[in-house]
């Protein structure tokens, strides 16, 4: 398995969802950057299961425990290490997960990967669970970035055929409206749109299936000039990191696939100087990134979460000892939708995406 990712700011991460641990090793984090522990608290809470009648109801304190690189609030430059205990595991849910191959789940294809070791308990590490210390290595690094202006938001963009509107549509998004936005379960825009949104998770779980959606994440206060074409791009280093994300499907920048409808002269975003001398573009449809760069107007990107694969209702599936068709009904603790979980994970990979091009533009 590839555990390990980041060309300036190495992210190493371990454990499986029913082990003892899972955890993060940051290498490359600049000595002295002090972080905020509530703060970071608090985006480990936005993802933490067993939040209500929308999530699994696995409850985990995901607290991290810091082993080393941190001294007196503040990074020491040494490799920094993390450990989020599992607490509330309950594996006998798995115990027919060996031979019978949930459909839409990593089970059939990680058995043959690994040959048949592969910790199939909660779904070893393919579990959702792995993002947690994703989180908390966002959480860092969008402290870090908070200190150069750049702040990370999010909201939900769909949940079945429930629509917020676009962050496009929105005008100046502030850093405070950000805060807002990470306050709430489901961060919306249009406030009107979240009882729909949350009926149409419950309408799922009561008839024992689940529902996907479309999250859209934001950067404000990103300057141009940042993102190491060719390959390490700005959207390639995030879209590389966003598929890592369980669970995710799709991803466009800007106005994404439609730009293909739209002529040149409309997809083209016209450059202006604003009252204070800051060149900026009059659309956004490129996402803020032409040629792999920043060009100083907000980085914008959607991304498609499919919905849980493991449902109650019945289905088809096979029994791979037996090598015979069989159903299958999960029974177990599962979320109904991802969506309201994922955000702050969107949110830390962009972070750490963001933290490895930026650490080195000066070295590319
Ligand atoms: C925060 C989070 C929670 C998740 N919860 C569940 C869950 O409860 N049940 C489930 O079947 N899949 C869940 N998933 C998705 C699976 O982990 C994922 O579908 C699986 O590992 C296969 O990966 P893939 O869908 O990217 O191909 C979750 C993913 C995330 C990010
Ligand atoms: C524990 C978390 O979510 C889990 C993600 C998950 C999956 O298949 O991805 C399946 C469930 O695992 P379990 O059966 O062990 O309860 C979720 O509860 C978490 O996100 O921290």
Redesign the pocket.
């Known amino acids: 398995m590839s555990g390990i990712w980041g060309n300036n700011l190495e992210i190493s991460i371990f454990g499986e969802?029913?082990g003892r641990a899972i955890g993060v090793t940051l290498s490359g984090l600049p000595a002295g950057v002090k972080i905020d522990m509530d703060e970071v608290l608090v985006e480990m809470a936005r993802?933490?299961?067993g939040q209500n009648e929308l999530t699994?109801p696995?409850k985990?304190k995901?607290e991290p425990d810091i082993v080393s690189g941190v001294l007196d609030g503040m990074t020491t430059g040494a490799p920094l290490t993390a450990l989020i205990w599992n607490t509330n595991?309950?594996s006998v849910?798995?115990s027919q997960m060996k031979k019978l191959m949930r459909p839409g789940?990593a089970d059939y294809p990680g058995k043959v990967r690994y040959d048949g070791f592969n910790d199939y308990r909660?779904?070893g590490h393919?579990?959702?669970?792995i993002?947690?210390p994703l989180v908390f290595a966002g959480a860092i690094a969008q402290q870090w970035l908070r200190q150069k202006g750049i702040v990370i938001g999010s909201h939900i963009q769909s949940i079945g055929s429930v629509e917020d509107e676009r962050f496009e549509s929105q005008g100046a998004v502030t850093a405070e409206q950000v805060e807002q936005l990470k306050s709430v379960q489901l961060p919306v825009f249009d406030e009107s749109k979240r009882d729909a949104m949350t009926q149409v998770i419950l309408d799922a779980k009561a008839d024992l299936d689940s529902v996907g959606g479309i999250v859209e994440t934001f950067v404000l206060g990103i300057d141009a000039g940042y993102g190491n074409p060719f390959f390490d791009s700005v959207e390639s280093t995030l879209a590389h990191l966003v598929f890592a994300v369980?669970a995710t499907k799709g991803i466009e920048f800007g106005a994404g696939f439609d730009i293909t409808r739209m002529r040149g002269s409309e997809a083209n975003d016209s450059y202006y100087y604003d009252e204070n001398g800051q060149i900026k573009t009059r659309t956004n449809n490129n996402g803020g990134i032409l040629g792999g760069i920043t060009y100083g107007m907000p980085i914008v990107f959607r991304t498609a979460i499919k919905p849980?694969a493991?449902i109650e209702k019945k289905q088809e599936t096979i029994d791979i000892e037996a090598r015979e068709n069989a159903d299958l009904e999960v029974f177990?603790?599962?979320?109904p939708c991802i969506v309201p979980?994922v955000l702050p994970v969107l949110e830390a990979v962009t972070a750490l995406g963001l933290m490895d091009l930026i650490l080195g533009r000066d070295k590319a």
């Open positions: 969802s029913h993802r933490a299961p699994t696995r985990e995901d595991t309950r849910d798995y789940q909660g779904s393919f579990s959702g669970r993002t947690a369980p849980p493991s177990g603790r599962h979320d979980r």
